[in-house]
């Protein structure tokens, strides 16, 4: 990766855009929904490697970069804790995922599989987040996101979670996916990141 650092915990919102949640059929959150990868399904590589007989959705996120350890008190706090912004995309095993929620038992072997945790490593260090990011598949627009959407903001997302765990400095939150999630095939072209900024490349194989 570009910057001299590992990945700790991978944690993750659900149900943070109106449009996502309602296109899956799901009641908006009163607090926000955090579930967690395991770090070894980080994939930084240009590849995207589908496990075979499944089927894997895209879920494009904002991703942040938790830049120091500890537990913020307030709002402004919470905004010192992230040293960096990027995209990604949280991949979904969508029929298993269904099935687990049907019957009451943790996302987790939907959310979780190699390579399930795409990161575009290389992070914006700027003191606000870009407000716009896209997903392309093949050239064509998937998902389009705006941060004035998120039903919880990045402070609420990260004083919600230090009330559960201590920040590591190099945690990563994928913070929810707008509308628009569907399935990855091989082959596909993925360009991925904010507006006016380098995209991220990827093929999926
Ligand atoms: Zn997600």
Redesign the pocket.
């Known amino acids: 990766m570009s910057e001299n650092l590992k990945f700790e915990n991978i944690y993750?919102?659900?149900r943070n855009f109106v449009g996502h949640a309602k296109e899956l059929g799901n009641n908006i959150p009163t607090s926000p929904l955090i579930f967690q990868k395991s770090n070894s399904a980080v994939n930084i590589k240009e590849t995207i490697e589908i496990p075979s007989h499944k089927i894997i959705e895209h879920?494009l996120?904002v991703v942040l970069l938790i830049g120091k350890e500890g537990v913020p008190k307030n709002h402004e706090e919470a905004n010192t804790y992230i040293s960096g912004f990027s995209t990604g995309l949280?991949l979904?095993d969508r029929h298993l995922q269904t099935e687990l929620k049907k019957k009451g038992m943790p996302w987790f072997a939907s959310?979780t599989f190699k390579g399930s945790a795409v990161i575009d490593a290389n992070f914006i260090h700027e003191y606000e987040c870009p407000q716009e990011f896209y997903l392309m598949v093949n050239q064509k627009i998937r998902q389009e996101g705006n941060l004035k959407d998120m039903i919880f903001s990045f402070e609420d997302i990260i004083l919600h979670l230090s009330k559960i765990v201590d920040f590591k400095k190099g945690d990563i939150i994928?913070t929810?996916?707008p509308e628009g999630v569907g399935a990855l095939e091989r082959g596909d072209q993925i360009e991925m990141g904010f507006n006016n900024y380098p995209p991220k490349k990827l093929v999926v194989i």
């Open positions: 993750c919102v659900g879920e996120e949280d979904t959310k994928f929810g996916t």
